[in-house]
């Protein structure tokens, strides 16, 4: 089965699909369905199933870091009751996808339990303060703001050596609408490769409505689309390439050399920095 002949599939076809396919994402979108279809029990217990991989010590890290969180993501977005402790129990060992998955869920006892585990400096706080940040909880912007002043320190706590605490902590406190100390920080602390992400990820909003909508946010709240209209500005702010050129439009491309390209750019985003940030 591929992925366009989910929607039109009988259930059988996708119980087959969850059970024999080795493309985990296939398998994520054909238990979603199932779920819409009323299978809801069979499509919990495998997500949660494919959620639960990384308490098994064989399991390679790939699936811990993309399968794993990815399935968190979607029993969120379901907001099935049953999901709800297996995605608390999962926090402080996936962090983001549960974070994201507790904060879509919509249950309102989930922030009151997020509240209280929030004290100290383990992995759990520093998620659970995520969490409420992904939720727009006024209360946490404080803890928030420190974070982010500590990045570094909180970075090691969690383990994350791609520094992704801070850019999710970017995304988090720029979304923040009428919140003064939340939207100072993200003044003082956003740089042009924050602002190149937003814009990147943006464009592709289309492809990821439900994953990238913090970005959407900001774009829209400070109406950053005005600065990326042209069919000149998506390219440069999503490739860097000129042969991808041929791909992407059928009329000349108007970039000679992969310096034009940068330059493109980097005038977009020294725009943007001059009007909002100086």
Request: glycine fraction near 4%; proline fraction near 4%; include cysteine.
């Amino acid at each position: 089965m591929e992925f366009e002949d989910i929607d039109k599939a009988s259930a059988w076809r996708l119980i087959l699909a969850v059970k024999t396919t080795n493309v985990p994402a296939l398998a994520r979108k054909a238990a979603v369905r199932l779920y819409q279809l009323g299978k809801k029990k069979y499509a919990i217990d495998f997500l949660i199933k494919q959620m639960d991989q990384y308490k098994f010590p064989t399991t390679h890290r790939n699936i811990i870091s993309e399968t794993c969180p990815e399935a968190a993501k979607e029993l969120g977005r379901l907001g099935d009751q049953l999901a709800i402790e297996p995605l608390f129990e999962a926090l402080g060992e996936l962090g983001y996808g549960p974070a994201i998955g507790l904060a879509q869920h919509g249950d309102p006892e989930i922030e009151k339990r997020l509240v209280k585990l929030t004290e100290g400096e383990s992995k759990v706080a520093v998620f659970a303060a995520l969490c409420l940040g992904y939720m727009k909880n006024e209360l946490i912007v404080p803890r928030l703001i420190h974070l982010m002043l500590q990045h570094n320190k909180y970075e090691r706590v969690i383990l994350d050596r791609i520094s992704r605490l801070r850019g999710e902590l970017i995304l988090i406190l720029g979304a923040y609408k009428n919140n003064v100390p939340a939207e100072h920080c993200f003044r003082n602390n956003v740089n042009k490769a924050d602002i190149d992400w937003i814009l990147n990820w943006y464009l592709y909003q289309d492809q990821y409505p439900s994953q990238r909508w913090l970005e959407w946010e900001i774009v829209n709240k400070y109406q950053w689309q005005e600065y990326v209209k042209s069919a000149n500005d998506k390219f440069v702010l999503r490739h860097i390439n000129i042969e991808r050129w041929k791909e992407y439009s059928d009329v000349p491309c108007p970039f000679t050399s992969e310096n034009d390209i940068t330059d493109h750019r980097e005038q977009i985003l020294d725009f943007i920095i001059d009007k909002y940030f100086r």
